[in-house]
């Protein structure tokens, strides 16, 4: 789970919400009980011990010996049962509890307090444990009485409420948690629903719609993205009819322009042969003848390339000879004495012949078009699951320009030259051709000059097993 | 002079082409759709066709279907396309070659010549092959001593095989022996024939006892085994 995730992010927000909430409301609760408690035992014990002296008043005011009647008051104040102790002290008398916390327990400002005669009250602490001190004097003899109130039960009974508190907020921290899952899942799954959609759509699968599920900001956004699909759906399927429409078009031209072709193929022969030499006509009847194979050949590729396009060209793979291959396709063109061979004696492969025919034809074809007078070379071997076959000219090298375009339609490096004997459409229908038998073509340069480009083809057919 | 039945539906192709020929020393005649073909095939009786595939009404296919009924003469298939689909068919229609156009005249006449070449004789001395008894002198091929009609392109086959008997013939090798196809040969047009000669000669077509497949290589005449 990612930390920075909004899963993470809703649960802690929850986790605060419910830990602020609960500590403020066990904080008031505290506070007010614990103000509320303490009240009621100060009224109390005040009460308790006021009631208890005015009790006794007369007696201790009167008689001489105070020591029976302060027992008393000890006594009468003991039995209200503060679980604490009575403290008293005449110096007239020199009576004085002897059971009680030493008189130096009692804090300094409420013993000033108490001699001036009023009952006071103090909270402090004796021997660890807190106490409320409520105490008095009689002022003409000197007797001073202090209550010890233990505040031990309150104490206990503020302890667990605080201890009880803090389970109810874990409890409540739990509950939150779980209520933040539940509801982290209600957005986070739909969210993560729309992720793989998305990805869907974006890998080419335009048929991709999600759910829409309830009426909330999710559901909005759901169906914002079918939209959104249904939108990219159809422009794209706009676009590929456009461009079936188009690539129907060519294939359609070119169908369409080879039957005069052929009718003019036809005659271009005897056109050759019928003009005298000296006749002022013959360049004109050399120029047509010229001109309609140049046509016959532009045709051709056009519907090569068409049926590229189309998907429809037809891979035919036979048990062939590679090297007879080359040999064969550089004598049919005459191309035998101008390049170099370094091959080996024999080299089986499952390939379309006429389509390696034809990239070979095309690759040797450029080396002794555009490589000048030095000599070709043609190299195959084996490297790993592929064999490479290079052919290397020592021309001027290809354009660093024109490097990334070698392989495109109609591309000419040199502007300049304009028209060549080609179609302009050579290295691509090449490149499909390798292509389509799992292989690849790519053009470059040598590093001692020349151009180089190399066929690469997987030996094995694909799904032909060892 | 070879005579040739030209069919062809386009006129402009179908006198190009006639002119062509004609120079090239063909005795040509012409026909510019399928049923025409038919009506005049056999008035004309020239030595072969070169069909159009691509015609109105019975198709370059349907003429070859029939004409084979009853003929063996040497058909060539003009397609119009190159795609393979047409080839297959072409040739399970029982064409002897064929070229896509557009078409060099030099080309199809050495089609032309090649395919008429294979009904030469040749001065050699007859073979027997279980039922099969091949006369290379005679040109004929009889199983159990019924002749067997066989077309020009299929007796070829069965000449080069019966020459190599026991020996494998690659694809190529036999495009290159019978139909003088340079190093480019559609091997198709072996397979489309063995076929053919197959259902011909053999007792059981589908489980040959005479013409066998060499895997990976090509294919073998051999005397069956007693």
Redesign the interface.
């Known amino acids: 789970m990612r930390l920075t995730g909004l899963r993470m992010r809703l649960l802690a927000a929850f986790a605060a919400v419910a830990l602020l909430t609960s500590a403020a409301v066990t904080g008031v609760s505290y506070v007010l009980t614990r103000q509320s408690l303490m009240t009621r035992v100060n009224e109390s014990s005040v009460q308790q011990f006021e009631s208890t002296v005015n009790q006794y008043k007369q007696e201790l005011d009167s008689a001489d010996d105070t020591s029976t009647a302060l027992a008393d008051v000890a006594f009468n104040m003991q039995l209200a049962g503060r679980n604490g102790w009575v403290l008293y002290r005449d110096p007239t008398a020199s009576a004085t509890t002897t059971d009680s916390p030493p008189y130096e327990a009692v804090p300094a400002a409420l013993r000033s307090q108490a001699r001036k005669g009023v009952v006071a009250w103090q909270r402090s602490k004796v021997n660890g444990q807190p106490y409320l001190i409520v105490g008095s004097s009689l002022r003409h003899k000197g007797i001073e009485i202090y209550d010890f109130v233990s505040l031990q039960p309150q104490q206990e009974d503020l302890k667990r409420l605080a201890q009880n508190s803090a389970i109810a907020s874990g409890v409540a921290i739990a509950i939150s948690l779980a209520l933040g899952l539940l509801a982290s899942r209600g957005v986070l799954l739909p969210l993560r629903r729309l992720g793989i959609a998305a990805r869907r759509l974006g890998a080419g699968k335009l048929d991709t719609r999600v759910e829409v599920r309830g009426n909330d900001e999710v559901a909005d956004v759901s169906r914002t993205f079918n939209e959104t699909a249904d939108a990219l759906e159809r422009s794209i399927a706009e676009l590929r009819s456009l461009e079936a429409a188009s690539r129907r078009f060519v294939a359609d031209v070119s169908?369409e322009l080879?039957?005069?072709?052929?009718?003019?193929?036809?005659?271009t022969?005897?056109l050759e042969e019928a003009t005298d030499v000296g006749d002022e006509s013959a360049p004109a009847a050399q120029l047509i003848v010229a001109e309609t194979r140049r046509l016959?050949r532009l045709?051709e590729d056009l519907?090569e390339v068409s049926?590229f396009d189309a998907g429809?060209a037809?891979l035919?793979r036979?048990?062939?000879d590679l090297v007879?291959?080359v040999r064969?396709?550089l004598?049919?063109r005459g191309w035998t004495g101008r390049v170099a061979l370094n091959v080996p004696e024999t080299l089986p492969v499952l390939v379309d012949?006429?389509r390696i025919?034809v990239i070979v034809a095309n690759m040797v074809g450029n080396a002794v078009k555009h490589g000048g007078a030095g000599r070709v070379e043609l190299a195959i071997g084996v490297l790993g699951p592929n064999l490479i076959l290079q052919v290397r000219d020592h021309g001027p090298g290809i354009p660093s320009e024109a490097l990334e375009h070698i392989f495109e339609r109609f591309y000419k490096a040199d502007k300049a030259r304009g028209r060549s004997e080609g179609s302009g459409l050579g290295l691509s229908i090449a490149y499909e051709n390798a292509h389509i038998h799992g292989g690849e073509l790519s053009g470059g340069n040598h590093p001692d000059g020349g151009a180089v480009f190399t066929l690469r083809l997987p030996l094995q057919a694909p799904g032909e097993n060892t | 002079m070879p005579s040739l039945l030209l069919v062809e539906d386009d006129a402009a192709i179908r006198t190009a082409l006639q002119l062509a020929l004609t120079r090239q020393g063909h005795q040509v005649a012409t026909a510019a759709s399928g049923e025409e073909a038919l009506a005049t095939y056999k008035s004309v009786r020239p030595d072969l066709i070169v069909l159009d595939v691509m015609l109105p009404g019975v198709d370059g296919f349907e003429v070859c279907r029939q004409i084979r009924r009853t003929e063996q003469l040497p058909i060539i298939l003009l397609t119009a396309r190159s795609d393979d689909i047409d080839v297959v068919v072409g040739l399970e229609s029982g064409a002897d070659d064929y070229v896509v156009k557009p078409v060099q005249p030099r080309v199809l006449d050495a089609r032309i010549r090649a395919v008429l070449r294979r009904g030469e004789r040749e001065t050699s001395d007859v073979a027997v092959y279980g039922d099969l008894t091949v006369d290379r002198s005679a040109m004929t091929v009889s199983k159990r001593d019924i002749p067997i009609p066989l077309t020009p392109t299929e007796l070829k086959l069965v000449m080069e095989l019966s020459r190599h008997a026991g020996q494998a013939l690659s694809r190529q090798q036999l495009l290159r022996l019978v139909w003088e196809h340079d190093y480019l040969g559609d091997s198709r047009l072996v397979d489309a024939c063995v076929q053919r000669l197959r259902a011909k000669v053999e007792d059981v077509p589908a489980e040959p006892t005479l013409i066998k497949t060499v895997r990976g290589v090509g294919y073998r005449l051999d005397p069956p085994r007693a």
């Not at chain 1, 080879?258 to 005659?267: D, G, H, S």
Request: one cysteine or more; hydrophobic letters at 45%; proline letters at 3%.
């Open positions: 169908h080879r039957t005069p072709l052929t009718a003019m193929t036809a005659v022969d005897m016959a045709v519907m049926r429809t037809e035919r036979e048990q062939a007879a291959l064969g396709c004598a049919a012949q006429r025919d």
